[in-house]
């Protein structure tokens, strides 16, 4: 099943909701306008669709494979990623200076969704880069950034992040991996990392591994966590590469999907055969302590892409149930408009499930749009409290690009399924892949659960609501236009935003009023606190999207692809969007049933 | 992981909500009180737990294998089954004269849920069957009756519904299969079926088909289908197996979930060397051109079924996270109760996770529950209006117990994955299997879309919407139980009831009023609809759950078990039930956003 990918609605969002125009007067933005987005945007269209997209099943049906140490990715893929790097797709939003594009991110965004829709597999291998190369840019020394950057930026090298150990999820407090101050101001790192992407391969010589550890010495928990950079090989000064390092690939996990991108356990320091070790050599990034503020930067960026990997897969699958409504002929309409058997897309339901497909992905796609200019603007404003703002909001998104959109992937996928029938249920069609692949969206780079401590925590309570409630003040505003716009379709969405972003109110006055005394119940409803918001901010820019809609109409720009977005903004108020009020009751009101049972009556 | 069957919740349901002592007046199962019961099940339990479940890991590992027409399936099934056989299960329900235990099936359906939770890759052999003798009990002659019957009930040989064809899915009209008929009364039938669950095995020395085919003249449509009985191997007078039937395994499919299952196509009648062909020799179950009733009834009870496997691997996936939440230590509780890492049972968001699992799986096996005890009664009272009035329930309830519990047990397999986190997504953790697995449900034996059209037209357009007013007038009554109880659970169970219960009459009301005018209107709710009949009648049963269990705590019964039937009741009434308001306005107000959509617009 060939990728399309969406530019219309992509260029749609970047220009109307995004607002590109104001990204490209912000210094060092100033070529990366409509025009040159879109063409940035054909071009990555054309790559993607032609040389990553026709790699996806095959990754699929031949997964990676490791043995004695090494393991060989499907074939094809090292040949893409070549590509994609002589591209310079990887440099995309990073500074000339290292070989980067230096374009924004509202660009980039739309660019990593092609990417993952391509083939979600090969693309965690870039996404994972993207990474290392945040922190390096942020922490990292200048030797360091000397020695590394460049190499990451073009896509030469590639990066990972090691976090998890198998104690370790969630809770990196429980972290062991320790490392050793050494003489020369290296240290010698120790320990075993687990479910990292693609922590060994074939597609580059040389990895860059992100490594969290303690030092001996350093305070229990997280505030004695460091960030260690820790090269597969070393790196001698003219830049070619030395004796290989004291890190150690010993197996990788059989997974339900993402089958392609190898899932390594990795053993630093175990004195491997060959290697440079005992102790994997490892070089600190930022300062001894406090890795897991410079994890957090890494984090943030990662949360966001995971997020736009739901976008992505819920895009493709959208793609493929279509075409398959459209071509499997089962049955006669209900509304007797056709004698015989029909297209399977004429059935109400098929309908339904291909518009509740379609307005997740389009309302979480406004929502990671606009995300991605406020991180434009909070790093290149030349206000302060400007960029103050916009940071503000951008990381009152990331947990909601990360939980919801990923939420609702999975949701995407499985309609995708279900569209299919008994075909969605054999993997040569296709469908139950984007199902295998989404579902891991929900978990790494933190759970569900985590994003929604996140946002309660440190992006709800600890400013007292503020963030949440300019929110829903400029939801207010909306409101306020579409109350002037007049038409069924605007006062449909009305009715149903307002009725939301009402009862969020309720809701954020509860989290910020009750979470020092009752974390319990707080916390009991984060998730839905989650979901319902995500619901209202995705909701909200499908309400601004039906606005530039009906103005554009008016002036007869593209008439079918406006009345599409009005149709799809009105059936997210009224079948998605609707269903907040009573999640924010559950919250408000219904903590006490979740908690009740203890531990030994499950 | 081991499976431990919830005897205690099924007792419970059987006793106080299905009401087996009602069900041990009626005729012939006068001995099938509470203690036999309890027998039953607790033999059962012991034979499934040991037996069938721990073959559960290998039949997904190890699948069912094809190799020159024949299916070998995983090592252990063959003398599983051969002892499920001998201990008279598949036989539970059925007739003694035909080596059956004539039981009710309000008994058989937890004998079921057990062993689908087991093994449900297995379990579909028998499920089968189990349709098979239905339908040959109903309409098959006194000569089919005396060769099959007895071997199927006894489970020597096994039985298997084809209906599907490659272009004849949901759409049975399309059928093609053709028989001829032969100058001694049988048939010879010629066609492709595929989908065809156990059509070939090597569990059973032979496969008795039940396949719908038309005969040449008969009317086009679904009014010119028949229902042929095609054996494997011929049967003699003797009731030794004769010559090969030219019926022939030419593939089997590689499916997402269920595995171990072989998913045949059959080819019928392309004159297989070494068969009695060319033409499978088929024999008429019931009257020409009628066979689609037959297959309703035999629809209606694997219908049924699919749902009890529902119910049957929320259970099991319930029980493995909630394992795993128990052992897992990670993050300190949100509320201070501990200083240390804990395990993540005691965090608030896992046991939403947990509790909405249970919740889901308690409400819909209640409603299996109350089901079948329609079902006993429909067929066994002697008063004919009481059975008249049982049948029009139990028929009413089957696409709930099919659409509603498959539907949840997908949403409850996915959380159960997700309270794993990472190790969920690893296949070897087996939290990732039931998602496969119970991602079929939704799907086979008609789709949810397929159950929602019946719901809405058989089931409640046909009579006016009598049926869903009386459940509606039931559900008051209840109300006013939980108005006198007192005590915040029963007024939280009680607001939430009514609410729903209210917006479930204006649904019924559109739906009745507007199907035949607007039955695209109608149909683009008809999921939805399903969903929210569901959810209100699961939880009135809940609800129902929550007076009993006050009523036993105050006589100081099983006190926590009464306790946590209590909060389960009340999560229902406040994180399920209460979306059903909402979901009702969108059925009501919502379906032009559906349907709005032209197909070129997707």
Chains 1, 2 share one sequence.
């Not at 494979?65 to 990715?73: P, R």
């Not at 739901?310 to 309409?333: F, K, L, N, T």
């Not at 909701?539 to 720009?557: D, H, I, N, P």
Request: charge should be negative.
């Amino acid at each position: 099943m060939p990728y399309i990918a969406p530019l219309k609605d992509m260029l749609f969002d970047i220009e109307h909701l995004a607002g590109i125009d104001q990204v490209a007067r912000l210094p060092s933005f100033e070529d990366a306008g409509l025009d040159t987005t879109r063409a940035v945007l054909e071009e990555c269209a054309r790559f993607n669709q032609d040389v990553v997209a026709p790699l996806n099943v095959a990754g699929d049906r031949q997964p990676s494979w490791f043995q004695d140490g090494a393991v060989t990715t499907t074939p094809g893929f090292k040949q893409a990623f070549a590509q994609f790097a002589a591209g310079g797709w990887q440099g995309l939003q990073h500074p000339p200076a290292y070989g980067g594009q230096g374009l924004p991110k509202t660009v980039g965004a739309a660019c990593a969704e092609m990417l993952h829709a391509a083939n979600m597999s090969l693309a965690l291998c870039p996404m994972l880069s993207e990474a290392a190369i945040e922190a390096l840019l942020m922490a990292g020394s200048d030797a360091l950034k000397a020695t590394y950057l460049e190499k990451l930026v073009t896509g030469q090298w590639t990066g990972t992040m090691n976090l998890t150990e198998p104690q370790a999820g969630s809770d990196l407090a429980l972290i062991r991996t320790r490392a050793e101050p050494q003489p020369d101001g290296s240290y010698k790192v120790f320990g075993t990392k687990i479910f990292i992407t693609y922590g060994e391969h074939d597609m580059a010589p040389n990895i860059v591994h992100l490594v969290l550890a303690r030092v001996a010495g350093a305070p229990p928990g997280v505030k004695g966590i460091s960030l260690f950079l820790v090269p597969k090989f070393l790196v001698n000064a003219d830049s070619s590469l030395g004796a290989r390092n004291d890190v150690q690939c010993v197996s990788i996990e059989h997974k339900l999907g993402i089958k392609a991108s190898p899932t390594a356990v990795l053993q630093y320091g175990d004195g491997m055969a060959g290697s440079a070790g005992p102790g994997a050599v490892g070089y600190l990034v930022g300062h001894e302590n406090r890795g897991l503020e410079t994890m957090f930067i890494m984090m943030n960026s990662a949360r966001y892409a995971v997020g736009v990997q739901g976008i992505a897969i819920a895009e493709r699958a959208y793609q493929h149930a279509v075409a398959y409504a459209r071509d499997r002929v089962q049955g006669r309409p209900v509304d007797g408009s056709a004698d015989a058997s029909a297209p399977i897309i004429h059935h109400p339901d098929v309908k339904r499930m291909l518009m509740t497909m379609r307005a997740h992905t389009e309302g979480c796609r406004a929502m990671a749009s606009v995300a991605a200019t406020a991180h434009d603007a909070a790093h290149r404003h030349p206000d302060a409290d400007t960029r103050q703002q916009n940071l503000a909001l951008y990381e009152f998104l990331v947990p909601l690009v990360k939980g919801y959109s990923t939420e609702m992937s999975v949701e995407v996928a499985s309609l995708g399924v279900q569209v299919h029938g008994g075909m969605g249920y054999i993997e040569e069609t296709g469908a139950a892949q984007y199902l295998r692949d989404a579902r891991i969206l929900t978990i790494y780079e933190g759970t569900t659960a985590i994003q929604a401590n996140d946002l309660v925590s440190r992006k709800t309570v600890r400013d007292g609501g503020q963030v949440a409630r300019a929110i829903a003040a400029q939801v207010m505003a909306t409101e306020a236009e579409l109350a002037g716009q007049g038409g069924d379709d605007a006062q449909a969405v009305l009715q149903s935003l307002k009725a939301a972003r009402e009862a969020y109110a309720k809701v954020v006055d509860f989290v910020v009023g009750q979470a020092s005394t009752l974390p319990g119940a707080v916390f009991a409803g984060s998730v839905p606190y989650l979901l319902a918001t995500g619901k209202l901010v995705a909701g909200w820019q499908l309400a601004r999207s039906l606005l530039v809609a009906q103005r554009l109409l008016a002036t007869c720009q593209d008439g079918p692809f406006m009345q599409a977005k009005t149709v799809t903004a009105r059936f997210y108020a009224e079948h998605i969007l609707n269903a907040v009020p009573a999640v924010a009751q559950s919250i408000v009101a219904g903590a006490a049933s979740v908690t009740a049972l203890p531990a030994e009556a499950f």
